[in-house]
RNA sequence: GGGCGAUUAGCUCAGGGGAUAGAGCGUUGGUCUCCGGAACCAAAGGCCGUGGGUUCGAAUCCCACAUCGCCCGCCA
């Protein structure tokens, strides 16, 4: 029997390679094997070959210059100074340039599984955030019509960013700003009123600038079925300003149940025209003017961003009075920073990548370093059918609305195709493709690999075999290369979802997704898990069922359903 | 004209200083007496847009250029 090599307690692989590393540099030192002063932090990667084992350093490389000799000489020194007291190496090599490659004990890692058992829907979680708190705003359409698919993505990239947050240790609210003033209320209230108009049969042309869609018809039928022709008699303005309000009051119930339906949900819904009612706007100029960022032109006022390296200076309050957009977005910017974010997360359509600059010089000109800010740009999104572009125009009316999609294909579809690329690459959404019950599909192969694991686990349990824990597998049985290979993804998942984390990188997700599951549809094909072999039945079944926890896990953190059958 | 992003297999895209470049689709050819074929295996397919740099080493970093998308308002 080999040994358990528990040993190594809870110390992830990758850090007691590290240590083992150190102590080998610091014994070269204190030998005189080498003459570098300070040791270098150390790179461990996996290569992409197998044969190049399961992790490899170019620490040799990196010493050449400043030691005057050859990489493999050093490497090899290195080596000699290796002490391995928990027995997790396997071997060491010395390959091409001057790597070093390690090949860790198969036994370190089929025992390491006995972490996925014990920490079961929470393996994959960490403390890496240190619990600081994080504001995920997203979405924040305005009120005046029905989410479309772009507004789908950033909902789906910015809900699967928390989630995976969240899962590493911050404190995260995910937080939706309602442009509920300015302007386009008034343009709204109008577009309303134009169809309300129509409705009671008076013959006037719809403005160009008023919203086209069919809901604004929705919403004066609305008013025309509860209200009747009552405020005709009024005078159009105090119409105009009601309307609006009850129609952004309707719009907004509505994206609310399209988001809810999506699987979005938020912490926080901050209103543009509370920040109005409190003064904080005015407050928030006055502020600046008191710095003295803000100076006076052709009747406006201008906050000087160029100080911080915008390209030109923007108006914050027009010549009429009025405040611009950019002014409330400073005012709540500045209440984010009240509400003491340790880092705030802004997610735009890269449409608005050209206010990145003046929301950076907010954020400076309120004492803050910049780096607490950081807008993620989400590239559009093509909605493709059948390989072919479908038209989207919110002109005509027509829209291709979140909810739409997510009728047609349903959530989970919708959710993981909104995640499977960077975001920002421009994504072909494709219906079609996203309805497709085969392979074609990944979120269909991904679900399928779960539910797969779920009949073998059925199957064996009819058998009257349960599922064993650690301690009753002989886990060295465990021995083919998939078998192996398995195993190795399982434990990659914490590390790509801390990956994920730092870099803002949602998609990592589904990337990893589809590789652990045709890891195992491909182990599953080759191999049988259930067999006469009762040992080897009862280590392959603990594996798949790890295999089933981390595809949970993993589901889980993108909002898409692990189906036990489908 | 300026800015941001993209440019990797026929198509859609991963990979973001390392050793022999990855996946899915598509193409071609295989795998069902066997746990779910919604699956698997194999083959073909690449000057990583072009040209310069930086270094032991570049698809990856820097600078030009080209092409495509999006932006450049006292709209939001």
């Excluded at 992830?12 to 590393?21: G, P, S």
């Excluded at 998942?493 to 599951?517: C, K, Q, S, W």
Aim: charged share 25%; proline share 3%; with cysteine.
């Amino acid at each position: 029997m080999t040994s358990r090599g528990r040993t190594t307690g809870k110390m992830k692989i990758k850090d007691i390679l590290r240590d083992i590393i150190n102590s080998a540099l610091s014994d070269c030192v204190q030998k005189g094997a080498l003459s570098i002063k300070v040791i270098p932090a150390i790179e461990l990667e996996t290569p992409k070959i197998q044969e190049h084992g399961d992790f490899s350093t170019n620490i040799a490389m990196i010493l050449a210059s400043e030691e005057k000799r050859s990489p493999r000489l050093i490497a090899s020194a290195i080596a000699e100074s290796i002490i391995d007291k928990d027995n997790v190496l396997a071997k060491v090599e010395i390959a091409g340039p001057g790597f070093m490659n390690f090949f860790i004990n198969n036994d370190h890692w089929r025992n390491s599984l006995e972490e996925i058992e014990i920490l079961g829907d929470s393996y994959g979680k960490s403390k890496a955030g240190e619990g600081k708190k994080v504001q995920v705003e997203f979405v924040s359409a305005n009120p005046t019509g029905p989410l479309h698919i772009g507004h789908g993505r950033g909902a789906a990239v910015g809900d699967v960013l928390a989630n995976i947050l969240k899962a590493v240790g911050y404190d995260v609210v995910k937080e939706y700003y309602i442009n509920d003033a300015g302007n386009q209320m008034e343009t709204l209230g109008r577009s309303v009123f134009f169809r309300y108009l129509h409705l009671l049969g008076r013959d006037v042309a719809l403005p160009s600038e008023c919203y086209q869609g069919e809901y604004i018809v929705d919403i004066a039928n609305d008013i025309v079925a509860k209200h009747g022709d009552r405020y005709l008699d009024e005078p159009d303005s105090k119409v105009i300003s009601n309307f609006a309000v009850y129609a952004a009051d309707s719009i907004l119930e509505g994206i609310k149940e399209d988001l809810s339906d999506f699987g979005v949900k938020f912490d926080v819904w901050s209103s543009e025209k509370t920040f109005f009612e409190s003064n904080k706007i005015s407050e928030a100029t006055e502020d600046l003017k008191k710095k003295g960022y803000i100076y006076q032109k052709d009747g406006a006022f201008w906050f000087r961003t160029t100080d911080f390296g915008d390209e030109k200076d923007r108006v914050v309050i027009r010549a009429n009075g009025q405040p611009t957009y950019f002014a409330s977005d400073i005012a709540y910017h500045k209440d984010k920073l009240e509400r003491k974010f340790d880092m705030i997360i802004n997610i735009w359509g890269a449409d608005h990548h050209g206010y990145v600059p003046r929301m950076e010089s907010v954020i400076q000109a309120l004492g803050e370093k910049k780096e607490m800010l950081n807008i993620l740009l989400v590239q559009l999104v093509n909605l493709m059918r059948n390989g072919q572009q479908v038209a989207m125009s919110t002109r005509s009316g027509e829209f291709d609305t979140l909810k739409e999609v997510v009728m047609e294909v349903g959530k989970d579809a919708a959710r993981y195709f909104f995640l499977m690329r960077s975001s920002d690459s421009q994504l072909d959404f494709d219906l079609e493709l996203a309805k497709k019950q085969n392979n074609e599909n990944p979120v269909y192969y991904v679900q399928y690999a779960h539910a797969r694991i779920c009949s073998i686990l059925r199957l064996a349990q009819e058998q009257g075999l349960n599922t064993p824990g650690f301690e009753d597998v002989g886990i060295d049985l465990l021995n083919l290369p998939e078998e192996l290979t398995l195993i190795k993804q399982l434990l990659k998942y914490p590390e790509v979802i801390e990956g994920g984390a730092f870099a803002l990188e949602p998609h990592r997700m589904t990337v990893y997704l589809n590789d652990l599951a045709g890891k195992l549809h491909s182990y599953y094909n080759k191999n049988r898990v259930l067999s006469n072999d009762l040992p080897l039945t009862r280590a392959r079944l603990y594996l798949v069922k790890m295999v089933k926890i981390v595809l949970n896990n993993a589901l889980h953190i993108l909002g898409v359903y692990a189906p036990e059958k489908m």
